[in-house]
């Protein structure tokens, strides 16, 4: 079965980190691109992050632009997503998942053309 699978996420202070993982089953993560995306209460699904399967190049969005991190293990099959300085604007469900390419992952409703969705880890920035 095919399937990513979210952790890491909890209840932080704001200035504080976390570390969240998108692990999958059933399949290599080697040559995929890897987003993760974040959700808000009536809010539209958004890119905050995406890392090439073709070239492990990574790109931010402006909102985690010098805060986060992506990385990948292979070894692991496991992607990343460290969160460093979190603001209270960065509270969501989290949510990782697969496309060919990175291109234009923060844009628009270019999120719904990933796949393999997780069901997704819940942070909460909050004093």
């Known amino acids: 079965q095919v399937q990513l699978v979210e952790s890491g996420g909890g209840l932080v202070q704001p200035g504080g980190s976390l570390r969240l993982s998108c692990a999958a089953s059933?399949?290599?993560?080697?040559?995929?691109?890897i987003g993760w995306f974040r959700q808000t209460p009536g809010k539209e699904r958004e890119g905050v992050s995406c890392?090439?399967?073709?070239?492990?190049?990574?790109d931010y969005a402006d909102s985690a632009k010098g805060r986060f991190t992506i990385s990948r293990d292979n070894v692991k099959n496991t992607v990343y997503l460290q969160m460093n300085n979190l603001k209270p604007e960065d509270t969501a469900v989290y949510y990782c998942?697969?496309?060919?390419?990175?291109?234009?992952?923060?844009?628009?409703?270019?999120?719904?053309?990933?796949?393999?969705w997780g069901q997704g880890t819940q942070v909460t920035v909050s004093s």
């Open positions: 998942a697969t496309d060919p390419t990175c291109e234009d992952y923060e844009r628009g409703s270019r999120w719904r053309e990933f796949g393999s």
């Open positions: 059933g399949f290599s993560l080697d040559y995929y691109s």
């Open positions: 890392l090439n399967g073709s070239d492990n190049s990574t």
